[in-house]
């Protein structure tokens, strides 16, 4: 039995891996980047060249690589309900059923596991992150769109047809706005940072007064800068954006109990000016009984978690203990 398992993100334009010990810790990481229009073939062998790098880099550790216990792959997109085939993956257009785990596997001749990398995400949390004393958890990941994992008795919960958790397109409002998905009115199309970015574009154009003057440069990031510089247009937009996240919140909360919600992703750069509010719009809205025992967290892990949790899923799967 090995001492490292590799968790990889094949997430955005970047292939991530890290080999992570069995205490949960990245003790070393690689990342190349990708050209996501590329054959899948090319992206297959660019995840070879990436473990074989990898294990090679692990001899120096220690203690050193003997075995790899196995791979972790996290991808976004869909997976078949056996856990083994990428079915659509939206950062890699051309993957179409792409039968990963299995080809990782013959590869290399060590177990794999294929998870979303969402809930891979949730599962590094619960796992060694912000939900780690945990037994349920929702974790909610708000940057460019929304998404989430959800554990539930110390399991991932992936629903029948293995597409739980899209928490993002929760719809808070019948008639609002339009969301990548097709459909009106979800959380994401109220409070990730694209939403945002678009309701202060509104604003502007309102002709209300802000520092920021350039409609065409405002960023998630640009906006919660002039926050902290006093705007008063920016702070009210990440106070909306805030109680929006409150009702999503108050929602899941309502229908999980769980123990845990832990916020992560791009939007959490605004700290306290972001988590206030969800607070309040909690202790305005949600029923006492299922509040009281909820803590509303930032993640620990930040960007490890995917890779972190690729590899916890695997280690979860082949049931070794951690
Ligand atoms: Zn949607």
Redesign the pocket.
Known sequence: MGNYAIGIDLGGTNLKAGLVGRDGKIHQRLSIRTDNNADPQIISNQIFELIDKIIKAGAGLKPALTNVIGVGLGSPGLIDKKGETILVSPNLPLWRNIPIKRIVAERFGVPCVLENDANAAAWGEKWVGAGKEADSLVMITIGTGIGGGIVINNKLWRGVNNVAAEI??MVIQMDGPK???G?YG?I??YASATAMVRRFKELLKSGISSSIKDAGSVTAKTINDAALQGDKVSLDIIKETGQYLGVALVNIMHILNPEVIVLTGGMIGSGDLLMNPIKQVIREKAFEASAKETKIVFSQLGNDAGIIGAAGCLLKELEISV
Do not use: K
């Open positions: 993002g397109h969301c990548s998905c459909n979800c994401e199309a």
